[in-house]
């Protein structure tokens, strides 16, 4: 097969454009090159790597002439992880760029091009944000290794700083480190499936000060317990859990089923606004609480609710958006398909007073069926999917029983798009788009959409 550009082909390029993941786009003859680490507006030389039908990768080798919104990336590792894929652009341009992405799917596979896109909202500080740090160890050739993944690998880059986690994970994360084996506790292998300690987990309540420190690890029986609790209360005086989480499965999946508290309490409580959370060893909780709240009040705004509105909070996992919600509303009925889930938005609303906000396990496209055949009727739909968007049955549940306004909260502007145009063609009007700025440095940017039934 001929390819206008072959591999190891050195070229001259013009970068147009950058990717949903960070990567620079420049086209030879219309063919699309993605190359990690340029910048729209920059004339790059790069060296062809993998080639396919409709487009291929290459490797950055030089900036011929440089972005004005190109900076110096901060981290000594941003080159290799994968954490980060925008530390190299301004946050002025960062910001500009989300916008411009979710503009593009909005015109491109919404095909809305008429919808209002408001520019992000985004922090003061776009550093250390991060309230929960899910750091890997492993061992390569004899030493102990921590830190995170490079892009598209399970390949560790060894460090002991991220500048978008809490300092505190810093730490603990070098000193373990240095310190572990000393107490006869090896670094798991993921290829041998050998070794004890697989991640380090570090959970921060921002407003409340309270840490949670979590070690998963491959067996029950942790060497040296008390001598490891005492390394963790050394480094972080001020920690008020540590637990330990058993994972012994061959698998990808960061956590195991059993969970035993090591020290301190099983939970640590944080605050978004002025509702309090709970949030135990495995429980979802937004990582970015200050940027949270940014996300609540725009999707409470939306939702606009004067006291009498009855309204349903589809994936409401353990209660943030339906605590919101509930003290402007008359009832909020959130329903979620994960129980653990379910129970700790229960729990949540008992923490809190709120006694007009009530949560049921099942699938959405289920559950809300039941409820209008009990007799219950609902004015706004509030949904917060994962990344794959709405399951097609809940799109036609909504067009089936057609609430008159749905704020949809979305982490994938792709799907959210997807989503947007279905219920266009169902009936609904989609009124605008406000973007937040969730995760600041990576290519990643969280939506509230307003949609009114026409």
Known sequence: MSFIV???????????????????????EGYPLFIHGALPGEEVEVQVGKTLKNYGFARLLN???????????????????????LQHLSYEGQLLQKQKQVRDVMDRIAKLPDVPVHPVKGMQDPWRYRNKSQIPFSERNGE????????????IVDTDVCIIQSEEADELMATLKREMLIHGVDAYNERTHR?????????????????????????????????????????LPEVTSIMQNVNGEKTNVIFGNETICLYGKSVIIDTIGD???EISARSFYQVNPAQTEVLYRQALEYAELSGNETVIDAYCGIGTISLFLAQQAKEVYGVEIVPQAIEDAKRNAELNGITNAYFEAGASEDVIPKWYEQGKRFDVLVVDPPRKGCDEKLLQTILKYKPKRVVYVSCNPGTLARDLRILED????????????????SSHVECVALIELR
């Open 6 to 28: 072959n591999q190891n082909d050195r070229l001259t390029v013009y970068v147009e454009d950058l990717t949903h993941d960070g990567s620079g786009v420049a086209k030879v």
């Open 63 to 85: 900036v011929v002439t440089s972005s004005p919104e190109r900076v110096d990336a901060p981290c000594h590792v941003f080159e290799q992880c994968g954490g980060c894929q």
């Open 144 to 155: 102990v290794v921590a830190g995170f993944y490079r892009s598209r690998s399970h390949h």
């Open 195 to 235: 070794g004890m300690l697989r991640h380090l987990v570090v959970r921060k309540g921002q407003a409340t000060g309270e840490i949670m420190v979590v070690l998963v690890t491959s067996k029950k029986k942790l060497p040296q317990r008390d001598a490891i609790v005492a390394v963790i209360k050394r480094v």
């Open 275 to 277: 509702i309090q959370f």
């Open 426 to 441: 169902g009936g609904y009007r989609t009124k605008e788009v406000q973007p937040v700025d969730m995760f600041p440095q």
